[in-house]
């Protein structure tokens, strides 16, 4: 009798561990609905049957805690600024050289030259500091980044949105399925406790 007790905690845990992996299987697996016949009910995985609504909550979800409009433009303003002024100076420069007759004298040439650009760079940070006010302002009226990133989630492929759930929590699901045979054992440990002949 003792040795069918012992069994308890190994017969749980094989119980915990294989209803999680049933459990994680099902959440992803039909991808298709499956047709129970002479019923009007299908089965299929709960993640690709309800892909539409994640798309959704996973566009809003990085829109309104990850990425918004003003903080794409943070990102890249300290060195676009920098490529944009560089930019402006040899834009200048060089219309400058064409549009400047060749009778001017080269001292004369270069003094408005040097006066062009160097007001330019003065005046650019104003004129950019306009620029990208606007266009935060565009981007937070225009875009919208949960809609675009709902839009790409819906477009994937039932394999390749698990596929991509499961690169991000794959690791996660696997402890799940270990934690049930953790779980299992523990129970069966209590009740190979509790039906002990003391």
Same mark, same amino acid.
């Given at each position: 009798?003792?040795?069918?007790?012992?069994?308890?905690?190994?017969?749980?845990?094989?119980?915990?561990?294989?209803?999680?992996?049933?459990?994680?299987?099902?959440?992803?697996?039909?991808?298709?609905?499956?047709?129970?016949?002479?019923?009007?009910?299908?089965?299929?995985?709960?993640?690709?049957?309800?892909? +539409?609504?994640?798309?959704?909550?996973?566009?809003?979800?990085?829109?309104?805690?990850?990425?918004?409009?003003?903080?794409?433009?943070?990102?890249?303003?300290?060195?676009?600024?920098?490529?944009?002024?560089?930019?402006?100076?040899?834009?200048?420069?060089?219309?400058?050289?064409?549009?400047?007759?060749?009778?001017?004298?080269?001292?004369?040439?270069?003094?408005?030259?040097?006066?062009?650009?160097?007001?330019?760079?003065?005046?650019?940070? +104003?004129?950019?500091?306009?620029?990208?006010?606007?266009?935060?302002?565009?981007?937070?009226?225009?875009?919208?980044? +949960?809609?675009?990133?709902?839009?790409?989630?819906?477009?994937?492929?039932?394999?390749?949105?698990?596929?991509?759930?499961?690169?991000?929590? +794959?690791?996660?699901?696997?402890?799940?399925?270990?934690?049930?045979?953790?779980?299992?054992?523990?129970?069966?440990?209590?009740?190979?406790?509790?039906?002990?002949?003391?």
């Amino acid at each position: 009798m003792p040795w069918r007790l012992l069994m308890l905690p190994l017969t749980a845990a094989l119980v915990g561990w294989v209803t999680n992996v049933v459990a994680v299987r099902l959440l992803f697996r039909p991808l298709r609905p499956i047709r129970v016949p002479r019923t009007p009910w299908s089965i299929q995985g709960v993640i690709p049957r309800r892909q +539409g609504a994640i798309a959704t909550s996973i566009g809003r979800l990085v829109e309104e805690r990850f990425l918004q409009p003003r903080d794409l433009l943070a990102s890249v303003d300290g060195s676009l600024r920098v490529e944009v002024a560089a930019a402006l100076e040899n834009y200048v420069s060089r219309r400058l050289d064409v549009a400047l007759p060749a009778w001017v004298p080269a001292g004369i040439r270069s003094a408005v030259k040097r006066y062009a650009v160097d007001r330019m760079r003065r005046e650019a940070d +104003g004129a950019l500091d306009s620029v990208v006010e606007r266009l935060q302002q565009r981007l937070a009226s225009e875009l919208r980044v +949960g809609s675009l990133v709902a839009a790409r989630v819906r477009q994937l492929e039932l394999a390749d949105f698990e596929a991509s759930l499961l690169g991000v929590i +794959g690791s996660e699901l696997r402890w799940i399925e270990v934690l049930g045979a953790i779980m299992g054992f523990a129970i069966g440990l209590v009740q190979m406790l509790i039906a002990w002949p003391w």
